[in-house]
């Protein structure tokens, strides 16, 4: 089984709908983050987290939240969905003092608002 | 702030042939320095790191990378590529004392038999 696992791996909306992305990892991390990829603009962090009652936002948070339910799950809402937000979700979890130590991805939602 | 630039959007190579894609970053300290790979509908892998010490990084898959401050680089290298090394390439810096990545656009890497 993967280590991160990402839900849903493929979602298509509709503008102005309300949206939630979940990940969920067995490695036993304290940290976790949400990124987007876009093409030809590489990853773009949107939320990170280092435990439960620590969350901040990264480069590109307007128009998302976040909930850290446990250690284990971090969920990405989209409050009312816009076609700029049509992209590729990643989820990626990392352990450790420093946060340059390796972080490890999930494979990913698709996302298409319309 | 840090910030990443891949000059190269694609490369295509032929399979054998040696491979180096570039990574220049801007940091005003000594920099974290990442390369990833995502292969086809899957997430990201990191490759190597390189956070102090010997300049040239050895990594997984073959491939390897040499820090160069006085060029602001960290280009990947491989020297015979495999058909299977198809995929993105993306380079990231993080700054010491700091607890974020910032990742390069990336650079598509196709091979060809």
């Known amino acids: 089984d993967a280590d991160v696992t990402q839900t849903p791996r493929n979602r298509i909306t509709k503008t102005g709908k309300r949206i939630m992305l979940e990940c969920s990892q067995t490695?036993?991390?304290?940290?976790m983050y949400w990124y987007r990829q876009d093409p030809g603009l590489g990853l773009r962090l949107i939320y990170y987290?280092?435990?439960?009652?620590?969350?901040n936002k990264g480069e590109i948070s307007d128009g998302y939240s976040v909930s850290r339910q446990a250690q284990a799950k971090f969920s990405l809402s989209l409050e009312s969905a816009i076609p700029n937000q049509t992209a590729l979700y990643f989820c990626?979890?990392?352990?450790?003092?420093?946060?340059?130590?390796?972080?490890?991805f999930g494979p990913g939602t698709r996302l298409t608002v319309l | 702030a840090q910030s990443v630039t891949q000059p190269d959007i694609h490369i295509t190579v032929s399979e054998g042939a040696s491979l180096e894609l570039r990574c220049n970053y801007s940091?005003?300290?000594?920099?974290?320095l990442f390369w990833y790979v995502q292969s086809p509908g899957q997430g990201l892998q990191l490759l190597l790191k390189?956070?102090?010490?010997?300049?040239l990084v050895q990594g997984i898959k073959g491939f390897e990378a040499e820090f160069k401050r006085s060029q602001s680089s960290f280009n990947l290298r491989k020297p015979s590529v495999h058909w299977s090394d198809a995929a993105e390439y993306f380079c990231?810096?993080?700054?010491?004392?700091?607890?974020?990545?910032?990742f390069g656009a990336g650079t598509i890497l196709r091979v060809k038999s």
């Open positions: 990626a979890t990392a352990t450790g003092i420093s946060s340059y130590n390796e972080q490890f």
């Open positions: 490695k036993g991390h304290d940290r």
């Open positions: 987290s280092f435990d439960v009652k620590d969350i």
């Open positions: 940091y005003g300290a000594t920099p974290y």
């Open positions: 390189y956070f102090s010490g010997d300049t």
């Open positions: 990231a810096v993080g700054a010491m004392g700091g607890n974020k990545l910032v």
